[in-house]
């Protein structure tokens, strides 16, 4: 079986984006591992645990997770060995 690298990838950067996103505002909320979260900041530019850095670490995780995503894609299809 072959995967979809632009479905694939797609996949990865919707559902990591909104992690990030759902993640941050669990956090804003009320929720404890703030300081965990904050850590982010090192590889998303200009990410808070904050409103609107939940929408900054939705948009990065969506690209980061379409970059990992569509590697793994890559590799997957490459790697199978199977022709279609």
């Given at each position: 079986m ?67 995503g569509?590697?793994?894609a ?8 199977k022709?279609?």
């Amino acid at each position: 079986m072959k995967l979809s690298i632009k479905a694939f990838s797609l996949t990865c950067g919707i559902l990591w984006g909104l992690t990030i996103l759902i993640m941050t505002y669990w956090v804003v909320i009320g929720s404890s591992g703030g300081e965990t979260l904050g850590k982010l900041h090192k590889f998303y530019f200009g990410y808070s645990v904050s409103w609107i850095g939940g929408i900054i670490g939705l948009i990065w995780g969506f690209v980061d997770g379409l970059i990992c995503g569509a590697i793994f894609a890559w590799l997957y299809n490459r790697l199978s060995g199977k022709k279609e």
